[in-house]
């Protein structure tokens, strides 16, 4: 039973796994597209979202069945448990890439005005996404330290977000008639964030399933 267990297991980590490099993958794709105005790549993110929302209930119904089952305790339960919050964590990211793609979208249907500045998201696009990747590794290998590190980057992201909104505030009195796409990209920078809230919230999850220690409220 317990070999069971932890085959069971054994499956849903890289259930998750999947999940999370299919939602870094959106991620990618719709920052390309808002990038690029690419909006047969944005519509592709958003039609793809279907399948990790299903792989997303799918996932969290062999974890209730896995409590159902075995009725695990301590440490077992806390995987379970972590499990489930994971990857709702991980959906919710792929979310935030739908709304990029929409974003995306969006910008590409805007005339580009005279005197109106485009936004360069590249940096915050690699730190974002390399918070995701590191946070995927981290759960592969069960590396607190990898996680903790992770957790560390989220300040450099939140400094981001509040330099492109200031800076999207002075364009908008610079060019107010590129308002949309100002706005757009107040947007664009809130998901990231949002994203890299998220890695880190796995991350903590990560260290309170193999410590047992809740991190969330802590400061960093």
Do not use: W
Not at 20 to 41: C, K, M, Q, V, Y
Not at 72 to 82: E, F, N, Q, Y
């Amino acid at each position: 039973m317990k070999q069971h267990f932890i085959n069971e297991l054994d499956s849903l980590r890289s259930q998750i796994s999947a999940q999370g490099e299919l939602a870094e993958r959106a991620i990618h794709n719709a920052i390309h597209a808002f990038s690029s105005g690419d909006t047969e790549l944005a519509r592709r993110v958003m039609a793809h979202d279907e399948i990790i929302d299903r792989e997303e209930i799918h996932i969290e119904e062999e974890c209730l069945k896995l409590l159902a089952l075995y009725q695990p305790v301590a440490g077992d339960l806390r995987t379970v448990i972590s499990c489930i919050k994971i990857n709702t964590a991980m959906e919710r990211m792929a979310d935030f890439g739908c709304h990029i793609a929409e974003r995306a979208i969006l910008v590409a249907g805007l005339p580009t005005l005279p005197g109106q500045e485009m936004f360069d998201f590249e940096p915050m696009e690699l730190l974002t996404l390399g918070m995701l990747r590191d946070t995927l590794l981290a759960i592969r290998h069960s590396d607190l330290l990898l996680a903790h590190k992770v957790i560390d980057r989220d300040d450099a992201v939140d400094a981001m977000r509040s330099e492109h909104r200031t800076h999207a505030r002075a364009a908008i009195l610079h060019c107010p008639a590129a308002v949309e796409y100002y706005v757009s990209c107040i947007g664009l920078a809130r998901d990231l964030e949002r994203i890299s809230d998220l890695a880190t919230d796995i991350c903590r999850q990560l260290i309170y399933l193999r410590t047992g220690c809740i991190t969330r409220h802590k400061p960093d």
